[in-house]
């Protein structure tokens, strides 16, 4: 069975770093494509990166150069680098693997606040 489960999350200051890491189960190789998806309060879920198995990783605008999608393939886990944070960054952060059938699996979330 897919199974993904995060970790990482948490507090932190603005212009603080965070990283999440996702474990893929059973092989994060199987899954076309590979991503970070976020939920702050009271809005809809929105991409925040995604690495594809063929192409380049692709980020939303109010992250970029701030954030870093990656993986460990021997560890089956996919990684979030997030740097600089901004109090805009809090939200419920959600990792996705997307099957060559388009079938989405999702992690549990983890809960990321940037305040002073």
């Known amino acids: 069975q897919v199974q993904l489960v995060e970790s990482g999350g948490g507090w932190v200051q603005p212009g603080g770093s965070l990283r999440l890491s996702c474990v893929v189960s059973?092989?994060?190789?199987?899954?076309?494509?590979i991503g970070w998806y976020r939920q702050a309060l009271g809005k809809q879920r929105q991409l925040v990166a995604l690495r594809p198995r063929v192409g380049s990783r692709i980020y939303a605008d109010s992250v970029k150069g701030r954030f870093t999608i990656s993986v460990d393939i021997a560890k089956n886990t996919m990684y979030l680098q997030m740097n600089n944070m901004e109090p805009e960054d809090t939200a419920t952060y959600y990792c996705n693997a997307e099957d060559i059938s388009r079938r989405q699996s999702w992690g549990q979330g983890t809960q990321v606040t940037v305040a002073s």
């Open positions: 059973p092989n994060i190789l199987g899954f076309n494509v």
